[in-house]
């Protein structure tokens, strides 16, 4: 019943969809709909209320469904959705001033002499309008009204027209900012979460271990990371319709002929181009630069953008006035004078020290205050002209809601898809597929492609998203990253906008196109650039680096980097290492052998001890990374025959696992019917446990007597690599780690020289001074000895000495010996370190140096620019984990 009540749900919420019902009421109706209708059937039929829901009760499922649609919202935390209304209010203001007309008219004054080059300057116009307003609607009807007459005129293709046009449209789905991106990086923050525990779990079913290493972790996402991962296939995506475009002028002129310009490419043609482009282009780098070199968040640059939307609309709709720039002037003069008051003063009031600070502050105040002004000044003309301010503000709290409503519908919607065990179904669907990992994706992007053809990217987003993406996420043979996920989904989500028959950028195209375009040619012109889009994908799918390098270079680049220790960083650092010891192993070696040839002997024991130890381990970890990748290599040679075998028996571990959840299931429901019994059921349930658990039976036989050997052997393979892993790290922190101690030992020797005279000056007090006096001097002198690296040796007998002093009956005798005892060792520290600093420092900063970039990388507080670029580079990949469940 279970799945009866599953079909109900869909059925109810297609049936309201098709029927045009608004989409925000049709999931969360559908949703309690079913729930209720499947609790009073099953308190009707079966006496319990939650007999055909897979676990709970309605109660329990309709409280979920309203957990879950506080969770979009409520929750402070999660603020990505922040950024939606800021953009959309980009995006409208800058439709409503006439820019994107102004681009038009002029990218193809400018283009049109190249063949295709109307149809060029479109997509271009379409990628600047994605990265400045995302309004797929919006950009279509523009570039519709103004370029389609255009390209007709000239004798363009009909289909190659609106295809361009319809394409160029809906690149803003994709290209950020995109709100596409944002509800994405919202659904799969969740989803990750959801992952890592799926794998935690599956971790678990596999070794029997109870923790899984964090290096095997799912990583989440943000709505800044989606923007960089999506914006080198974005341009991709332009750059391959351009090349159609082109390609297509070039062997069929008379379809895409080329058009010459009737003015004069002069001084006055080129600063319209200019006051036309470069406005745009500066407001895309001020939000997506703003967000790539972690200056700002995507909130913030959300509202970079409307501020910049309205600065731009404020100077565009007062055309032909004298003063048409000033607020845009006031504006850009301010923000110039924030940045250099930024850069050469310290803006921190409660840092103030000299006028020359009170300065920076006064003149950071004014021109804050003159960026407040051209806000306002720019703000009350929209507001004066035309009204353009209060039909933009609706516009945006209409759309706004709009997302909002339907994100909370699908947040029930969601709950009451899991009340019916359709989670689970969708897990055992996919997961039951023959391939793998790339089986299972392929066939949830054909269904969004599909469903591409019906619903909205809003709907796909938050419906279909919460449902299959922790399953991809969690696969370890695969290891995707969210990043890489979001995008693929992104530009598939992308073919909603552009498929016939229902797709959006169709209509509003439709709509705005002379009765002499059939609707027929719009389709036909669409083809070639869906067929575009799927190549994209293809692209992007067997490239992920592509997607995932950016967010990991700014992430590795950005003040707040993870630190070279970070367990997701080690295999990539060994690489980094390996390749250094391959280009500079003869000087390393030699800068080892200087180290391990200095004297030590002056030294407490301990101290040359750990030195000579640290210097051993620097040879013991050049050979330890030797052993690391020979074991890894082992790995590798033995997974060939491993892996088939592994993939065949955690198939029928799977099998296993079903069976005795259905099982289970069965055996609950039998216990249910006992009070009222319905003996031709009872007797089918019976037989088909009976088989369940002869299945269960059969399923372990098959597994074979040898496998509990070769996992054995196998995991001692990859035992032995972890521990010859492990074995490096620990040698290398400490080749690195002893000789820095020593330094900074040596480099503390002024501090610990200057406190000789105040040391040895408290032995008066010590011995007749009053008590709390000489107790507050102890531990003042024990504190400034502590702070000075090595010295912990004086301080300890000075605190001692101090609880002597400090007792109910003072015990002078003892103070004095632990004082002592504090004297002679400074006396003895004094020696060493002065004879260190003569004789050892210059040797261990040439040894530091050599190992530093190589042995002594985890040891760093960050990675320097190269080392971040390697990683970055490195870990982009999607690197099979698989052979560790």
Same mark, same amino acid.
């Given at each position: 019943m279970e799945l009866f009540f599953l079909v109900v749900l869909v059925v109810i919420m297609a049936t309201s969809l098709g029927s045009g019902f608004p989409v925000a009421f049709a999931l969360p109706g559908a949703a309690?709909?079913?729930?209720?209708?499947a609790g009073v059937s099953g308190y009707l039929f079966a006496g319990d209320a939650g007999a055909f829901f897979h676990t709970g009760d309605p109660w329990q499922w309709?409280?979920?469904?309203?957990?879950?649609?506080?969770?979009?919202?409520?929750?402070?935390?999660?603020?990505?959705?922040?950024?939606?209304?800021?953009?959309?209010?980009?995006?409208?203001?800058?439709?409503?001033?006439k820019i994107a007309e102004d681009l038009l008219v002029t990218m193809a004054q400018l283009f049109g002499p190249v063949p295709g080059g109307l149809g060029i300057s479109v997509v271009f116009v379409g990628a600047l309008l994605a990265a400045t307003t995302g309004i797929v609607g919006a950009t279509v009807v523009a570039m519709g009204l103004i370029s389609l007459p255009a390209m007709m005129r000239n004798n363009y293709s009909t289909p190659l027209a609106t295809g361009t046009i319809a394409a160029s449209g809906t690149l803003g789905q994709i290209i950020p900012p995109s709100i596409v991106l944002i509800i994405l990086a919202d659904q799969l923050a969740s989803a990750t979460d959801q992952a890592g525990n799926m794998r935690k779990v599956l971790f678990k079913q596999a070794t029997g271990e109870l923790s899984m290493p964090s290096i095997f972790d799912v990583g989440s996402t943000s709505a800044g990371e989606m923007f960089l991962g999506a914006l080198v296939p974005g341009l991709l995506l332009v750059g391959i319709y351009m090349l159609f475009i082109l390609v297509f002028a070039m062997i069929k002129p008379s379809a895409a002929p080329s058009v010459l310009y009737d003015g004069k490419f002069d001084s006055g043609f080129w600063k319209k181009v200019a006051l036309t482009l470069v406005p745009p282009l500066a407001l895309i780098f001020l939000v997506l630069g703003s967000i790539i070199a972690g200056v700002a968040t995507v909130n913030q640059a959300g509202a970079i953008g409307a501020a910049g939307a309205l600065i731009m609309a404020g100077y565009r709709l007062t055309e032909g006035t004298r003063s048409r720039y000033l607020p845009a002037i006031l504006a850009i003069s301010s923000i110039i004078v924030l940045g250099v008051v930024l850069s050469k003063f310290e803006m921190n009031i409660k840092l103030i020290r000299t006028p020359y600070d009170l300065l920076g502050i006064w003149l950071g105040v004014a021109a804050a205050f003159g960026l407040l002004v051209a806000l306002i000044w720019s703000g009350?003309?929209?507001?004066?002209?035309?009204?353009?301010?209060?039909?933009v503000m609706l516009e945006t709290a209409k759309t706004t809601a709009l997302v909002f409503v339907i994100l909370m519908g699908a947040a029930i919607l969601t709950a009451s898809f899991r009340a019916f065990g359709g989670e689970d179904l969708v897990r055992n669907f996919l997961n039951g597929l023959p391939g793998g990992f790339w089986s299972k994706f392929t066939v949830v992007m054909g269904v969004i492609f599909i469903l591409g053809f019906f619903l909205d990217f809003i709907e796909i987003s938050v419906v279909v998203v919460p449902i299959v993406a922790p399953i991809l996420l969690a696969d370890p043979s695969a290891n995707i990253t969210a990043v890489w996920l979001g995008v693929m989904i992104g530009l598939n989500i992308q073919t909603s906008f552009l498929t016939p028959p229902f797709g959006f950028a169709l209509f509003y195209l439709r709509g705005v196109a002379p009765a002499s375009v059939k609707t027929t040619q719009i389709y036909k012109g669409v083809i070639p650039f869906i067929g575009l889009q799927i190549l994209a994908l293809l692209i992007v799918g067997l490239t992920p680096s592509m997607v995932n390098y950016l967010p990991s270079r700014v992430s590795l680049l950005s003040q707040t980097s993870p630190p070279p220790r970070n367990p997701k960083l080690q295999y990539c650092l060994e690489q980094y290492v390996s390749g250094k010891l391959d280009e500079n192993g003869g000087s390393i070696?030699?800068?080892i052998s200087t180290g391990q040839a200095l004297d030590v002997s002056f030294l407490p024991p301990k101290l040359a001890g750990n030195l000579t130890k640290g210097f051993a381990d620097a040879t013991g970890a050049i050979d330890s990374l030797g052993a690391y990748f020979a074991a890894g290599k082992t790995v590798e040679a033995a997974s060939g025959a491993y892996r088939p075998q592994l993939i065949r028996v955690r198939a029928i571990e799977k099998e296993i696992r079903l069976a005795k959840a259905e099982a289970k299931v069965l055996s609950r429901t039998l216990q249910r019917k006992n009070d009222q019994p319905d003996l031709a059921q009872v007797e089918i349930d019976k037989a088909r446990l009976a088989e369940l658990q002869t299945r269960i039976e059969s399923l372990k036989t098959e597994i074979g007597p040898d496998w509990a050997g070769v996992y054995s052997t196998f995991r001692g393979l990859l035992t032995a690599q972890s521990s010859a892993e492990a074995t490096y790290r620990r040698q290398a922190d400490n080749a690195y780690g002893a000789a820095t101690k020593m330094l900074d030992i040596i480099d503390s020797t002024d501090k610990f020289t200057s406190l000789g005279s105040e040391l040895r000056a408290m032995r008066v007090a010590v011995e007749s001074g009053e008590s709390k006096a000489v107790e507050a001097a102890l531990k003042d002198l024990g504190k400034k000895f502590n702070r000075v690296a090595g010295a912990r040796a004086v301080a300890s007998p000075l605190s001692k000495a101090k609880k !002597?002093? *400090?007792? #109910?009956? !003072?015990? *002078?005798? #003892?103070?004095?010996?632990?004082?002592?005892?504090?004297?002679?060792?400074?006396?003895?520290?004094?020696?060493?370190?002065e004879a260190a600093s003569v004789n050892l420092k210059q040797g261990l900063i040439t040894y530091q140096a050599a190992i530093q970039g190589n042995l002594g990388i985890r040891m760093q507080k960050k990675l320097t620019r190269e080392q971040a670029l390697y990683l970055a580079a490195c870990g982009s990949g999607h690197r099979d984990i698989s052979l560790s469940f």
């Amino acid at each position: 019943m279970e799945l009866f009540f599953l079909v109900v749900l869909v059925v109810i919420m297609a049936t309201s969809l098709g029927s045009g019902f608004p989409v925000a009421f049709a999931l969360p109706g559908a949703a309690v709909l079913t729930i209720a209708l499947a609790g009073v059937s099953g308190y009707l039929f079966a006496g319990d209320a939650g007999a055909f829901f897979h676990t709970g009760d309605p109660w329990q499922w309709l409280s979920a469904g309203v957990t879950n649609l506080r969770s979009v919202y409520w929750v402070a935390e999660r603020d990505t959705l922040i950024a939606i209304p800021l953009f959309i209010f980009m995006g409208i203001m800058l439709q409503r001033s006439k820019i994107a007309e102004d681009l038009l008219v002029t990218m193809a004054q400018l283009f049109g002499p190249v063949p295709g080059g109307l149809g060029i300057s479109v997509v271009f116009v379409g990628a600047l309008l994605a990265a400045t307003t995302g309004i797929v609607g919006a950009t279509v009807v523009a570039m519709g009204l103004i370029s389609l007459p255009a390209m007709m005129r000239n004798n363009y293709s009909t289909p190659l027209a609106t295809g361009t046009i319809a394409a160029s449209g809906t690149l803003g789905q994709i290209i950020p900012p995109s709100i596409v991106l944002i509800i994405l990086a919202d659904q799969l923050a969740s989803a990750t979460d959801q992952a890592g525990n799926m794998r935690k779990v599956l971790f678990k079913q596999a070794t029997g271990e109870l923790s899984m290493p964090s290096i095997f972790d799912v990583g989440s996402t943000s709505a800044g990371e989606m923007f960089l991962g999506a914006l080198v296939p974005g341009l991709l995506l332009v750059g391959i319709y351009m090349l159609f475009i082109l390609v297509f002028a070039m062997i069929k002129p008379s379809a895409a002929p080329s058009v010459l310009y009737d003015g004069k490419f002069d001084s006055g043609f080129w600063k319209k181009v200019a006051l036309t482009l470069v406005p745009p282009l500066a407001l895309i780098f001020l939000v997506l630069g703003s967000i790539i070199a972690g200056v700002a968040t995507v909130n913030q640059a959300g509202a970079i953008g409307a501020a910049g939307a309205l600065i731009m609309a404020g100077y565009r709709l007062t055309e032909g006035t004298r003063s048409r720039y000033l607020p845009a002037i006031l504006a850009i003069s301010s923000i110039i004078v924030l940045g250099v008051v930024l850069s050469k003063f310290e803006m921190n009031i409660k840092l103030i020290r000299t006028p020359y600070d009170l300065l920076g502050i006064w003149l950071g105040v004014a021109a804050a205050f003159g960026l407040l002004v051209a806000l306002i000044w720019s703000g009350f003309r929209v507001y004066r002209i035309e009204d353009t301010l209060h039909g933009v503000m609706l516009e945006t709290a209409k759309t706004t809601a709009l997302v909002f409503v339907i994100l909370m519908g699908a947040a029930i919607l969601t709950a009451s898809f899991r009340a019916f065990g359709g989670e689970d179904l969708v897990r055992n669907f996919l997961n039951g597929l023959p391939g793998g990992f790339w089986s299972k994706f392929t066939v949830v992007m054909g269904v969004i492609f599909i469903l591409g053809f019906f619903l909205d990217f809003i709907e796909i987003s938050v419906v279909v998203v919460p449902i299959v993406a922790p399953i991809l996420l969690a696969d370890p043979s695969a290891n995707i990253t969210a990043v890489w996920l979001g995008v693929m989904i992104g530009l598939n989500i992308q073919t909603s906008f552009l498929t016939p028959p229902f797709g959006f950028a169709l209509f509003y195209l439709r709509g705005v196109a002379p009765a002499s375009v059939k609707t027929t040619q719009i389709y036909k012109g669409v083809i070639p650039f869906i067929g575009l889009q799927i190549l994209a994908l293809l692209i992007v799918g067997l490239t992920p680096s592509m997607v995932n390098y950016l967010p990991s270079r700014v992430s590795l680049l950005s003040q707040t980097s993870p630190p070279p220790r970070n367990p997701k960083l080690q295999y990539c650092l060994e690489q980094y290492v390996s390749g250094k010891l391959d280009e500079n192993g003869g000087s390393i070696l030699a800068a080892i052998s200087t180290g391990q040839a200095l004297d030590v002997s002056f030294l407490p024991p301990k101290l040359a001890g750990n030195l000579t130890k640290g210097f051993a381990d620097a040879t013991g970890a050049i050979d330890s990374l030797g052993a690391y990748f020979a074991a890894g290599k082992t790995v590798e040679a033995a997974s060939g025959a491993y892996r088939p075998q592994l993939i065949r028996v955690r198939a029928i571990e799977k099998e296993i696992r079903l069976a005795k959840a259905e099982a289970k299931v069965l055996s609950r429901t039998l216990q249910r019917k006992n009070d009222q019994p319905d003996l031709a059921q009872v007797e089918i349930d019976k037989a088909r446990l009976a088989e369940l658990q002869t299945r269960i039976e059969s399923l372990k036989t098959e597994i074979g007597p040898d496998w509990a050997g070769v996992y054995s052997t196998f995991r001692g393979l990859l035992t032995a690599q972890s521990s010859a892993e492990a074995t490096y790290r620990r040698q290398a922190d400490n080749a690195y780690g002893a000789a820095t101690k020593m330094l900074d030992i040596i480099d503390s020797t002024d501090k610990f020289t200057s406190l000789g005279s105040e040391l040895r000056a408290m032995r008066v007090a010590v011995e007749s001074g009053e008590s709390k006096a000489v107790e507050a001097a102890l531990k003042d002198l024990g504190k400034k000895f502590n702070r000075v690296a090595g010295a912990r040796a004086v301080a300890s007998p000075l605190s001692k000495a101090k609880k !002597a002093v *400090r007792s #109910k009956k !003072a015990n *002078r005798t #003892k103070a004095l010996k632990q004082f002592d005892k504090a004297v002679a060792e400074y006396d003895a520290q004094l020696v060493w370190r002065e004879a260190a600093s003569v004789n050892l420092k210059q040797g261990l900063i040439t040894y530091q140096a050599a190992i530093q970039g190589n042995l002594g990388i985890r040891m760093q507080k960050k990675l320097t620019r190269e080392q971040a670029l390697y990683l970055a580079a490195c870990g982009s990949g999607h690197r099979d984990i698989s052979l560790s469940f």
